[in-house]
């Protein structure tokens, strides 16, 4: 049973166009929703979060918004460089699970020149 | 700086033979996990340590150990890999206040003969 589902295997945009990256999840215990960034041969890195009390959390040019109604959250990259090609990860996390995180499969986005 | 290092990053071991993956960190973080990636699939944690407290997936295979000397070093042992087993194995680590986001190595992709 995937808890957290990112549906979108893979995104291409071209260059300082907005990216948006979907993501899902069926555990309404879920308090805390974080993205990571994973280039090849590296392992993810952490990118940004959102608590469950907020709907908005930015940094710079990267926006999550969570709508807990709908149990769906995106993360927005704004503009998008190419530097930005990579795997994102989705994950979630419960009030009872001491930093347990479950992952989405990734979503590969692709910004072109 | 500080940080996440597990070795080796390629490893290829044949059938039933054991193998021991290890990570280092210097983060100085009470808790290290341990989660296998499959291709095109999430991570996967197997478990986690909180200081020397284990701590078991109820999913995690029998055949997959762990050992935690003292805060710095982690090692995963497979007794017996099986070809199911091949897969990339991350080691990440995190503080223990809740919302701190988990640190990950670069993985060790195992192969299994």
């Known amino acids: 049973d995937q808890q957290v589902k990112q549906n979108s295997p893979s995104l291409s945009v071209q260059e300082g166009r907005i990216s948006i990256l979907n993501c899902d999840y069926t555990?309404?215990?879920?308090?805390?929703f974080l993205w990571y960034k994973k280039y090849p041969a590296e392992g993810p890195t952490f990118l940004i979060s959102i608590s469950s009390i907020k709907d908005k959390n930015e940094d710079g040019r990267f926006t999550v918004f969570l709508n807990k109604s709908a149990k769906h959250l995106s993360l927005h990259i704004v503009p998008s460089q190419p530097g930005d090609s990579a795997v994102y990860f989705c994950?979630?996390?419960?009030?009872?699970?001491?930093?347990?995180?479950?992952f989405g499969t990734g979503t590969r986005l692709l910004v072109s020149p | 700086d500080a940080m996440v290092i597990q070795n080796p990053r390629y490893q290829v071991t044949q059938f039933g033979k054991p193998v021991t993956l290890s990570c280092s960190q210097t983060l100085n973080h009470n808790v290290m996990y341990w989660y296998q990636q499959k291709s095109s699939q999430a991570p996967k944690l197997l478990f986690h340590?909180?200081?020397?407290?284990?701590?078991n997936e109820a999913d995690t295979p029998d055949n997959f150990q762990s050992r935690r000397p003292n805060t710095s070093f982690c090692f995963l042992d497979i007794r017996s890999p099986g070809l199911g087993d091949a897969a990339m194995y991350l080691c990440?680590?995190?503080?223990?206040?809740?919302?701190?986001?988990?640190?990950f190595g670069p993985g060790t992709r195992l192969t299994v003969l």
């Open positions: 340590y909180y200081d020397k407290d284990f701590n």
């Open positions: 994950a979630a996390s419960a009030q009872t699970g001491f930093q347990k995180l479950v």
């Open positions: 990440a680590t995190s503080g223990l206040v809740k919302g701190n986001e988990q640190f």
């Open positions: 555990n309404s215990m879920f308090d805390y």
